[in-house]
């Protein structure tokens, strides 16, 4: 589809065809090599690559379009800037009518080495300013809210050893679960060990009693010569980390008494009402402006939390943990910026910690008010959703959307129809479609962007 400046006409990079068929790069990969076997100090790894793909909702590009973005890509990386005659040589091929691969090599024509610092983040950026030019599928810009992926090595041990999900996510569950229930960090330590998790904390060097980080492991999950592989919390989520954590909690509750057991259908029913107006805190905002209201939304993802585990169990696939997956993202402040503590978080969190104690739902009452809850969810993730719009935090957005489809589905499913939301005084706004969830397949977890990028080194 394109290539460096200086290549000369395409057509004659293009391999001919051997003996048989069968085609011979030879040529093109000595015209491509040429400047590395020149190089002063060439990289152990000289090559580079990249994938630019449509999402599946936009129009099929032209093959003069694909030119095009190829060279705003190497340009926008820093590897080929325009009118740049000396910089890398690569090509960009288009194996589908969706997608184009770009490969270069990382030693320039005048001989230097490209390292191709920061040249991930540069492609997104190109990217994003490429879906606009195009009209294409937004996707925004990275936030550093997403959680850390399994990796396939971790995904594929997972399968072998008869596992549902990677450790990773396992861990990663638990972890959330036992901060969302806890009150401080003795607390959150001893929910972790109650659930099976072996747990190493990690202390100062200037003060042994202070304890500054943590990292958990699954019993069984072991490295080849039988050690726990132990994740920290910053390895799970951006916000699982101790100090992140304990912004939530109150320290100075050490050895004060629990709380007095209420009925569960009391405390899903207050945990209801708390929703509500935090909901109403975030469409308004004026209260203590954006970070009040995000801090409100991010204690509510907290209660789903705990929701979640005492209405579904421990079953990952459920709606509602799936809900609470999504609502986590979408609350998460980009590059862990801080969030002030407020009485509406506090007292979410302490519904949070109330449902816990009660337990997992016994009675039809207990029922019908923790669905109430879950509707009123809907309404809140609705709230939030608006807000991320307003912010252009496009991943956010679609990460509410899709809590908000999923809380009203799980909720109606169960009986919890029109009454409910009634009573928020709000009629709940249609949920637009989101981008489905990643799955195992690579191919179809590249459709979910309109531009991957990544670099093979």
């Not at 194996?95 to 090599?105: G, L, P």
């Not at 008869?162 to 229930?181: I, K, N």
């Not at 801090?295 to 459920?318: C, F, I, K, Q, S």
């Not at 807000?387 to 679609?398: A, G, N």
Request: proline letters at 6%; charged letters at 25%.
């Amino acid at each position: 589809m394109a290539a460096w400046d200086g290549a000369g006409p395409l057509s004659r990079l293009e391999p001919t065809a051997g003996p048989g068929g069968k085609l011979d790069f030879q040529q093109l990969v000595d015209l491509l090599e040429q400047p590395v076997r020149a190089g002063r100090n060439p990289p152990q790894r000289t090559v580079w690559h990249t994938s630019v793909r449509n999402h599946a909702s936009d129009r099929m590009l032209s093959d003069p379009q694909w030119a095009h973005i190829a060279r705003e890509m190497v340009a926008g990386s820093g590897l080929a800037p325009h009118g740049d005659a000396r910089a890398v040589r690569w090509i960009a091929v288009r194996h589908a009518d969706d997608h184009i691969h770009i490969v270069a090599t990382l030693v320039r024509q005048d001989r230097r080495t490209e390292w191709g610092r920061n040249d991930r983040w540069r492609c997104q950026q190109t990217a994003r300013d490429l879906e606009e030019r195009y009209g294409l599928h937004r996707v925004g810009p990275a936030d550093r809210t997403a959680d850390t992926r399994a990796h396939r090595v971790e995904v594929n041990k997972a399968r072998r050893t008869g596992r549902r999900e990677p450790a990773r996510d396992r861990l990663r569950r638990e972890v959330r679960f036992a901060a969302a229930a806890a009150g401080t960090s003795a607390e959150f330590f001893d929910l972790l060990r109650a659930a099976g998790l072996q747990v190493r904390l990690r202390h100062s060097s200037a003060d042994p009693e202070q304890v500054t980080g943590y990292a958990v492991a699954l019993d069984g999950h072991t490295t080849a010569d039988g050690k726990p592989v132990w994740y920290g919390g910053g390895r799970l989520a951006p916000d699982l980390t101790l100090p992140q954590l304990r912004t939530r909690w109150d320290e100075t509750r050490t050895g004060e008494a629990a709380p007095p057991l209420v009925e569960q259908a009391e405390v899903y029913q207050q945990a209801a009402e708390q929703v509500r107006a935090a909901a109403e805190d975030i469409r308004q905002r004026t209260a203590g402006g954006q970070g009040a209201a995000g801090a409100a939304a991010y204690a509510a993802a907290d209660a789903l939390t705990v929701t979640a585990r005492m209405m579904e169990g421990d079953n990952p696939r459920g709606p509602l943990h799936r809900a609470a997956r999504a609502l986590d993202r979408a609350t998460r402040e980009p590059y862990r910026r801080p969030l002030p503590r407020t009485r509406r978080a506090e007292g979410l969190r302490s519904m949070s910690r109330l449902m816990k104690l009660a337990g997992h739902l016994s009675d039809n009452k207990a029922v019908f008010e923790a669905l109430r809850l879950v509707m009123q969810m809907s309404l809140l993730a609705d709230a939030l959703a608006d807000m991320r719009e307003s912010q252009q935090r496009l991943h956010q957005v679609r990460a509410a959307r899709t809590a908000a489809r999923l809380l009203r589905t799980a909720g109606t499913r169960h009986g919890a129809t029109s009454p409910t939301v009634a009573d928020a005084g709000v009629t709940p706004q249609p949920t637009p479609p989101s981008t489905p969830p990643p799955t195992a397949a690579h191919d179809r977890r590249r459709q979910a962007r309109s531009t991957n990028t990544g670099r093979s080194r």
